[in-house]
């Protein structure tokens, strides 16, 4: 067991990983070798890292995979998805290839709200306080005037504060709920900052308010990634006939079986979890690759998956008429400026790549994203089911992880290419191609 540590985050890089080398590994040197090996030699590039946050002792590398042939509203799109699961990107790119021929995928954003809010008790009279609101409400705009001015230049800024009470839920406890458009950007700093200027106004100013009786204390001020009215909506469609890629299951089989797997996703939370994963599989490879925080769309999608009460598809899908439909709709707070995207350099790259979208844009890409790939799934998993194309993707894992050489890899794939993966059949087939 090591002793704690006082100072850790003032040694230099080289002592921090002495430090954890020598109180947590049976081997310090090849702990130190480890992370050494995922240091870049350009070091430029590494301070740049090491400063995205405290205590860095190497990188962490993901897979940067690209799924070309993405028709989005009529534009080719060749999407980036850092992510570590071997299927996902084939997935992707099978999905893109099979809609690129049936009109590509239609996408829009709805709207692009995004919610802060001072959460704040009050134990006095509500009607003062409504009264005090609407008195200070002018303030608050104009105490963040310096802080908006930039976004408001560009059509963005604040665009609605409200006080709302909470008190049926929760003693003495109100909000000031409040609208922003942040454009380009996600806008988690522009939010926080105008939300602790407005905790600040509305605090001061209460107390030369003389018919204020009772306090208002301010418990915190903070952005929602909860972000219900930031949403877009991506679907595909076609003739039922068109669903004819499979030789082995007809059109209409195809259709009934997919719209079944949809229905049981949108009402059992137990299958709606797995459904939505593999939605995710999609959306949080290109929020990733594009330098977006992750957490906060997964944190936001899901609650928005629950909107109605209970865990339920994201996606959604219909024959009407002969024609198949299948969408998605979601919330996605985004950026395309600031933070990673002006900084890391294959989040620059990858932005590149997608034609320098605008943050609207990204949102229609990564909804797309996620459709594609729940498409993808639901394929497999209602005709051949999803363990053959997975375990095919997860032949290499297992190979490299018995440091198979390039011409083992050769034979042994081909060997599988009529032949069922499973862990202990390459295994086998390993050792007997080594004469083990
Ligand atoms: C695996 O990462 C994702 C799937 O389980 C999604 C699904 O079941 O729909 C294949």
């Known amino acids: 067991m090591s002793k704690p540590i006082v100072g850790f985050s003032k040694l230099s890089k080289t002592e921090k990983i002495d430090w954890i080398s020598k109180s947590y590994f049976k081997t310090p040197e090849h702990a130190k070798l480890v992370l050494e090996q995922y240091q870049n030699s350009d070091k430029k590039l590494q301070q740049l890292h090491d400063e995205f946050i405290e205590n860095t002792v190497s990188n962490y590398y993901l897979p940067l995979g690209v799924a070309p042939n993405f028709l989005i509203n009529n ?4 999407i980036p998805m850092a992510i570590e699961e071997s299927s996902v990107v084939a997935a992707a790119s099978k999905a893109a290839k099979f809609w690129q021929s049936r009109g590509g995928f239609k ?39 310096a802080i908006t001015q ?5 059509g963005g800024g604040v665009t609605n504060i409200e006080l709302v009470n909470k008190t049926n839920k929760l ?18 700093n522009f939010i926080n900052t105008c939300l602790e200027q407005f905790a600040k106004t509305f605090k001061n100013n209460a107390a030369n308010f003389n018919t204020l009786n009772g306090n208002i204390k301010i418990v915190m001020s903070i952005l929602s990634n909860y972000v219900p009215n930031c949403l877009v909506k991506a679907q595909v469609s076609c003739p039922i006939e068109q669903l004819n890629d499979d030789k082995n299951v007809s059109p209409q089989v195809f259709a009934d079986t997919f719209l079944q797997a949809v229905k049981i996703a949108e009402i059992e939370p137990y299958r709606a979890v797995t459904h939505n994963k593999g939605i995710m599989n999609g959306i949080d490879a290109v929020v990733l690759a594009t330098g977006n925080d992750f957490r906060a769309i997964e944190a936001g999608i899901h609650a928005y998956a629950c909107k109605n009460g209970s865990y339920s598809s994201l996606t959604h899908a219909s024959v009407e008429n002969g024609i198949f439909k299948f969408w998605i709709e979601i919330p996605l707070a985004l950026g395309t400026v600031g933070g990673l995207t002006n900084l890391h350099p294959l989040v620059k790259l990858c932005l590149e790549l997608l034609d320098h979208p605008s943050a609207k844009e990204l949102m229609q890409i ?20 999803i363990q053959e194309g997975h375990m095919k993707m997860h032949l290499m894992n297992i190979l490299n992880q018995h440091d198979a050489t390039p011409t083992e ?17 390459v295994i086998e087939a390993l050792h007997n191609l080594r004469g083990l």
Do not use: C, W
């Open 409 to 425: 890899k050769e034979q042994i794939t081909a060997h599988f290419k009529t032949n069922t993966v499973s862990h202990s059949a």
């Open 75 to 78: 534009k080719l799109y060749t």
């Open 171 to 188: 003693d003495n406890y109100y909000q000031l709920h409040v609208s922003f458009e942040t454009l380009d950007a996600m806008g988690a």
């Open 150 to 154: 930039n976004m408001r230049k560009r």
């Open 107 to 145: 996408a829009e954003v709805i709207s692009t709200t995004k919610i802060g809010q001072v959460h704040f008790m009050y134990d006095g009279d509500f009607s003062q306080l409504q009264h005090y609101f609407n008195t200070i409400k002018p303030q608050l705009f104009n105490d963040t005037n």
């Open 366 to 385: 990564v909804a797309v994203s996620g459709l594609a790939q729940n498409f993808a799934a639901l394929r497999s998993l209602t005709t051949t089911g």
